[in-house]
């Protein structure tokens, strides 16, 4: 079945540091969605991108469709203690369903 | 907060029983989705309803079942409990079946003893 490699597996940075994070996949998705989780809590959704190319912001975060519609990047600016989280990608495929993929997680700690 | 309510919040609960998890969608949300995030698996796909019907099946295991009411709210059966059953259980909702931006609840803990 179709699968998402995500990395890295963890980061460990000093506030005020950026951060990259990507999702790769063997097979195309159609929509590509960033979340981050907290310890207990359910995933809440930071950006949503529907097509190839798109680069999408909210605040200091940027998301980008990759070309070939097999990848995604997370990117966070100037990181802050209160990034700490775990960040998920999912991806969508061919089906006219919600389906979601998850990759496996970031787990980002922020060093104040 | 989502606007996507779970009940109940934890549950331990013993091999061979069976429970019932619950979800109330957001307002105006149609489409409803279970999700499992274990340890080992990650979050993973379970089921899928849209107003009522069953629209998408992931790796649901034939013990469990699921159904969305009239009122959209949904429930997720779970029988012949195991050991491996334990997980975070989340639901999630979205405007349409084709609308993709997933809000999730914070999720029902299930421990099985």
């Known amino acids: 079945g179709q699968q998402l490699n995500q990395s890295p597996q963890s980061m460990f940075i000093q506030e005020g540091e950026d951060v990259s994070m990507n999702c790769t996949s063997s097979?195309?998705?159609?929509?590509w969605l960033w979340y981050k989780q907290d310890p207990g809590e359910g995933p809440v959704l930071l950006i949503a991108l529907y097509k190839a190319g798109e680069l999408t912001s909210n605040g200091r975060l940027t998301a980008q469709f990759g070309i070939t519609r097999k990848d995604s990047f997370l990117n966070i600016s100037a990181s802050i203690p209160s990034d700490v989280g775990i960040y998920f990608c999912a991806g969508r495929g061919s089906s006219n369903t919600g389906k979601l993929i998850f990759g496996q997680g970031t787990t980002l700690q922020v060093k104040p | 907060d989502s606007g996507v309510t779970q009940t109940p919040k934890h549950l331990i609960t013993a091999t061979g029983q069976r429970v019932t998890l619950r979800c109330s969608p957001r307002s105006g949300d149609l489409s409803v989705y279970w999700y499992q995030q274990s340890l080992d698996q990650g979050l993973q796909f379970l089921i899928q309803y849209y107003n009522g019907e069953e629209r998408a099946k992931g790796n649901i295991l034939e013990r469990f079942s699921a159904q969305q009411f009239p009122d959209l709210h949904s429930e997720l059966n779970l029988s012949s409990l195991e050991l491996g059953d334990s997980a975070l259980y989340f639901c999630a909702s979205s405007k349409a079946a084709d609308l993709y931006e997933q809000y999730f609840g914070p999720g029902t803990r299930l421990t099985v003893t």
């Open positions: 097979s195309i998705f159609n929509t």
